[in-house]
């Protein structure tokens, strides 16, 4: 008996993103399945962070299609796009949390936005979500400067979790934080990926992570996905970035923790 086909919740198509004379994409094209974790990697300078702002509607496309959901961000009124922004949540790099802001008020800023519940009803709501990171009330009220840099991660996440999404984008999760604290935060996606039934897009350049973490990689290279598989699939594949990302004494330990040898090789 066939298996299901799985559901795509992301598709883009031959996307083209140039500024002025310089290209980014060419041609990409990539899918993203309900209820995996894909991981984007690639050398600086291709795209990643900019691919995923186009895919959340943050930047417009040159040319191609990208639609999530099945809605095509690019050509949706405000609130439309605003209704599609909803059903996902979008950790930054940095956590961009608001400096003015308390952790709970960093946390209720999306669900206020909406103006849908009463602000008793939304500070309730704010703490389960603090709680659901692994924070405690008494983190509360606490302002972003008092925070170590992994708390910051959680309430970031904590925040993109705040409308609770289907679909979740982490740019660079683990960045910044010590080999303990990032083992911690990788545990907690896991956890919450399996209690909620997200979607996780993460961009990442840690091969822990990304190894703990991930069902396909997608790597960008030379202007498009390169290729967007399981990582023993990856890594047979012959391009310099990945003989470069996958091989090296780091490579191997985290390629050993699925006892994938580099490059596929018996």
């Not at 298996?3 to 598709?11: F, R």
């Not at 956590?95 to 936005?113: Q, Y």
């Not at 897009?201 to 996905?225: C, F, G, P, Q, W």
């Amino acid at each position: 008996m066939n298996a299901p086909t799985p559901e795509k919740i992301i598709e883009v198509r031959n996307l083209v993103k140039r500024y002025g004379d310089a290209v980014v994409h060419d041609g990409l094209n990539l899918d993203v399945y309900r209820g995996e974790v894909l991981s984007i990697v690639g050398g600086s300078g291709t795209g990643k962070t900019v691919l995923l702002r186009q895919i959340v509607g943050l930047e417009r496309p040159t040319s191609g299609t990208i639609k999530v959901f099945g809605e095509t961000p690019a050509t949706l009124r405000p609130a439309q796009l605003q209704a599609l922004r909803n059903r996902w949540g979008l950790q930054f790099q940095r956590g961009a949390l608001f400096s003015a802001l308390s952790v709970i008020d960093n946390i209720a800023l999306p669900m206020r936005e909406l103006r849908a519940l009463p602000d008793n009803l939304i500070c309730q709501a704010a703490l389960l979500k603090l709680q659901l990171v692994g924070l405690s009330a008494r983190d509360a009220d606490k302002m972003p400067s008092d925070l170590s840099g992994g708390m910051i991660k959680r309430v970031a996440l904590a925040r993109a979790l705040s409308l609770e999404p289907e679909l979740v984008f982490l740019d660079e999760p683990t960045a910044g934080l010590d080999p303990m604290a990032s083992d911690d935060y990788v545990a907690l996606i896991r956890e919450l990926r399996t209690e909620l039934g997200l979607t996780v897009v993460m961009i990442t350049h840690d091969l822990d992570t990304l190894v703990a973490l991930s069902d396909r990689v997608a790597v960008l290279a030379d202007h498009k996905v390169l290729a967007a598989a399981p990582i023993a699939e990856v890594i047979k594949v012959d391009h310099p970035f990945i003989h470069e990302y996958f091989l090296g004494e780091r490579a191997q330990r985290a390629m050993q923790a699925l006892a994938v040898p580099p490059h596929g090789e018996a």
